[in-house]
């Protein structure tokens, strides 16, 4: 997601700052957007000098003090939010007071992570989707106390970016993975109880519901350790039952079965 957002920001013309904790991490990250560049070079949708100026844009670092001179920073850390309030809380230290800080989280409270920081009022939610360069939908999500500044702002960023937004409310999962992640739950739970094949599940959900992929084939391309968090937020968020997450989905994050980046989820890679 993180090599997504910068991929986009430069292309809109944008100088990026990509902070990672590793050289290696960046490294790749780098790699996959030069990757992603190439195939429009070869559809011809942009020329080579084109996809080298996007790359000059991005600037790598893994120290956190790079961040000091930025004038926007959108966090896209893992889905845990112990890692997330750590990561922003050094953010919100090294960027000026002026600056909005976004998560890009896809279920956990953005109240609760602006409250971490100095400035809950300049703190928003920017949920893009996966994969970001190919897909159009931003949640911008507004905490307790984010102003409408912020808000505005934010939207026009996302517009800039070639991206549409939609304003949701607070809550968790949000939109998208509320109506999402209870689906793939779903779905999970039907393999669990042999109601039918993985296969068959995701067929009849592409050939039936017309989806472009099926629940089992896109939660491996999620990855099932971050449904797994997200179905945590809704059950812990909700208390309802409804959103507890399939023991299944639990025991494969717990094997290391993660999906597509592991080599292995419900299908293998």
């Given at each position: 997601m993180g090599n997504g957002i910068a991929q986009v920001a430069a292309r809109a013309g944008f100088t990026v700052l990509m902070h990672d904790i590793k050289v290696e991490f960046l490294d790749r990250a780098l790699s996959?957007?030069?990757?992603?560049?190439?195939?429009?070079?070869?559809?011809?949708?942009?020329?080579?000098?084109?996809?080298?100026?996007?790359?000059?844009?991005?600037?790598?670092?893994?120290?956190?003090?790079?961040?000091?001179?930025?004038d926007f920073v959108i966090e896209a850390v893992p889905e845990i939010q112990a890692v997330k309030s750590a990561t922003l809380k050094q953010i919100d230290g090294v960027t000026r007071p002026d600056v909005i800080l976004a998560s890009n989280t896809s279920s956990i409270?953005?109240?609760?992570?602006g409250t971490g920081t100095s400035?809950?009022?300049?703190?928003?939610?920017m949920h893009f989707m996966n994969p970001v360069p190919v897909m159009k939908l931003v949640e911008v999500i507004r905490g307790a106390a984010t102003t409408d500044e912020t808000f505005e702002i934010t939207r026009g960023l996302a517009e800039t970016l070639g991206k549409v937004p939609v304003e949701v409310n607070d809550s968790p999962g949000f939109i998208s993975?509320?109506?999402?992640?209870?689906?793939?739950?779903?779905?999970?739970?039907a393999?669990?109880?042999?109601?039918?094949?993985?296969?068959?599940?995701?067929?009849?959900?592409?050939?039936?519901?017309?989806?472009?992929?099926?629940?089992?084939?896109?939660?491996?391309?999620?990855?099932?350790?971050?449904?797994?968090?997200?179905?945590?937020?809704?059950?812990?968020?909700?208390?309802?039952?409804?959103?507890?997450?399939?023991p299944l989905l639990?025991?494969?994050?717990?094997?290391?079965w993660l999906g597509r980046k592991s080599g292995k989820g419900f299908y293998v890679y």
């Amino acid at each position: 997601m993180g090599n997504g957002i910068a991929q986009v920001a430069a292309r809109a013309g944008f100088t990026v700052l990509m902070h990672d904790i590793k050289v290696e991490f960046l490294d790749r990250a780098l790699s996959t957007i030069s990757s992603s560049l190439q195939r429009d070079v070869d559809k011809e949708r942009m020329s080579a000098s084109d996809k080298d100026a996007v790359l000059s844009r991005i600037m790598p670092s893994v120290e956190i003090s790079a961040l000091a001179g930025s004038d926007f920073v959108i966090e896209a850390v893992p889905e845990i939010q112990a890692v997330k309030s750590a990561t922003l809380k050094q953010i919100d230290g090294v960027t000026r007071p002026d600056v909005i800080l976004a998560s890009n989280t896809s279920s956990i409270s953005i109240t609760e992570l602006g409250t971490g920081t100095s400035r809950p009022d300049r703190f928003i939610g920017m949920h893009f989707m996966n994969p970001v360069p190919v897909m159009k939908l931003v949640e911008v999500i507004r905490g307790a106390a984010t102003t409408d500044e912020t808000f505005e702002i934010t939207r026009g960023l996302a517009e800039t970016l070639g991206k549409v937004p939609v304003e949701v409310n607070d809550s968790p999962g949000f939109i998208s993975n509320r109506v999402l992640m209870p689906m793939i739950n779903e779905a999970i739970f039907a393999l669990y109880e042999g109601v039918a094949s993985a296969e068959a599940i995701d067929q009849v959900m592409k050939l039936g519901m017309s989806h472009p992929m099926g629940p089992l084939q896109l939660a491996d391309f999620i990855g099932l350790d971050v449904c797994l968090a997200i179905m945590n937020v809704l059950y812990d968020g909700f208390k309802d039952s409804k959103y507890r997450p399939c023991p299944l989905l639990t025991k494969y994050v717990s094997a290391g079965w993660l999906g597509r980046k592991s080599g292995k989820g419900f299908y293998v890679y």
